[in-house]
C-alpha cells in the first residue's frame, strides 16, 4: 500500500542508503533542501504533504536508483541482489558463514580469483539467512580503529562477492597487495576505483583498476 507514511519512510531510507540525510538528498536532487524536511511533510492545514512524481524522479536519477528499488523500500522488502536487513538490524539466525579477521584476509589463501571464500583456516559464524540463499557471503572481523566511527574493532562485516555495486555502497576491497580496507565506493570507471575513507583521519583512496584483487559489497554488520 502506497501509504503517506510509507513514502516517506521510503525516502528516508533511501537517503540513509547513500549516506546523506534528508536535506542531504534533496540537495542531491536539485531541489530546495528543505523540501523532505518532516516539517514539510504536511500542510498548514494539518493535510499531508506527499512528494510530487517530479522530485522522485529527480531523486532516483541523483541517486542512481530504480523505480523496483524505490518500491522496495516503500514494501519493505528487499530489491534482487540486496540484504533484507540493515546494518545493524540483528534478524533471527539461522544458519553458519565462513569468518576471518581483516588481517588475515589480506594474506593469500583464503579467496579464490573472484574472491570467494575458498582455502583452509576458516572461522564460523551465524548468519541472519539461510547461507543456500545467498551463496558466498562470508564474515570478516573488523580489528583496529582504522574505521571509526562507523565500524569498531570486533564489529562483524558480511560481504557478498559477485553483487552488483554502486556508488554510496560500503564495500570490502582487497588489492593485489594484499591490502583489506573497508570504504564507500565513490566511482568505479573501466579503468579506476575511487573509495572514500570511512575515518576522516584516514586518507580517501584511488586504485587501477588492475591494482584491484576483488571488490564486495558489505550487506550488514554487528554494531
Sequence with gaps: MLSHERIWSALDALAERHGLTA?????????????????KRCG????????????????????????????????????PGESSFPEGAFPPQ??????????????????????????????VVDFPAQPSDRPGVYALEVQGDSM????????ILIVEPGAQIRRGDRVVVRSREGEVMAKVLNRQTPKSVELISLNPDHPNRSFDVSEIDWIARI???SQ
Excluded at 536535506?23 to 516539517?39: I, M, Q, Y
Aim: charged fraction near 20%; glycine fraction near 16%.
Design 148 to 155: 571509526l566511527p562507523l565500524y569498531r574493532d570486533g564489529d
Design 44 to 79: 498548514t492545514d494539518g493535510r499531508d504533504r506527499w512528494p510530487s512524481t517530479e522530485s522522485l524522479a529527480k531523486v532516483l536519477d541523483a541517486t542512481g536508483s530504480s523505480l523496483e528499488e524505490f518500491l522496495s523500500l516503500v514494501r519493505g522488502s528487499p530489491t
Design 23 to 39: 536535506s542531504g538528498l534533496a540537495r542531491r536532487a536539485g531541489l530546495d533542501p528543505t523540501a523532505f524536511n518532516k516539517s
Design 219 to 221: 550487506i550488514w554488520a
Design 94 to 123: 539461522a544458519g553458519s558463514i565462513p569468518l576471518l579477521g581483516f588481517a588475515q584476509a589480506g594474506s593469500g589463501g583464503f579467496f579464490d580469483d573472484g574472491g570467494f571464500p575458498a582455502g583452509q583456516g576458516w572461522d
